[in-house]
């Protein structure tokens, strides 16, 4: 946080009174204090949204494994090599691709939902420990710029953990949405080839 001269200081205070009605420090004060909590709210809707991309990738893969299950128990042995010869070599490649796909979605859901590091603002036991800091000073010590610039640091700490959690909630929702899209295709795959293998049985 940048600090003005005291002139500019006193100039602002004036002005500030001038047109709240009250002291200038009492409306920095609240300023800072309004928007720490406005921080506070950001990162939990942030937070809100990571653990939601994680439930959407599980929801993903568990999608993707019942669609693999579901070949895998009507796939039976001569299976492939009776598609290739009712429908041609491209019906054995689609429903062996299929597979795979499905295969490759469940294990980027997975890596969609592993465990990341992202910073986080200041802990419970950090902000009990800070606030008696500040009790503990000496009465001369403690003044409204010591709360300030404590408040200065709470803000930039709350800056620092925003950007970073918005970041990774962009990355996992880049490669939740990539998963979705596989997974998609995958169900396209497989409903083609549940078809292709009943009528090859049948017939």
Known sequence: MRKGTGTESGELDRVLVARSG??????????????????????EDLYATFVSLDKKAQTTAAIAGLQLAG???????????ALRAAFGIWAMYLTVGTVLLLAVVIGACVIAMKVREVPVPFRGEEDAQAVLDLLELPPEEFGAETVQTHLGEYLKAWTKAIRGMASA???????????????????????????????????
């Open 169 to 203: 909630a962009d990355d996992k929702a880049k490669s939740v949405f990539l998963c979705q899209v596989l997974m998609l295709v995958g169900l396209f795959g497989t409903a083609l080839s549940f078809f292709l293998l009943i009528v090859t049985v049948w017939a």
């Open 22 to 43: 009250v002291d200038g420090w009492s409306l920095r004060y609240r300023l800072l204090a309004d928007a720490r909590s406005n921080c506070a709210k950001q990162y």
């Open 71 to 81: 070949i895998l128990g009507v796939l039976q042995k001569g299976s492939l090599d």
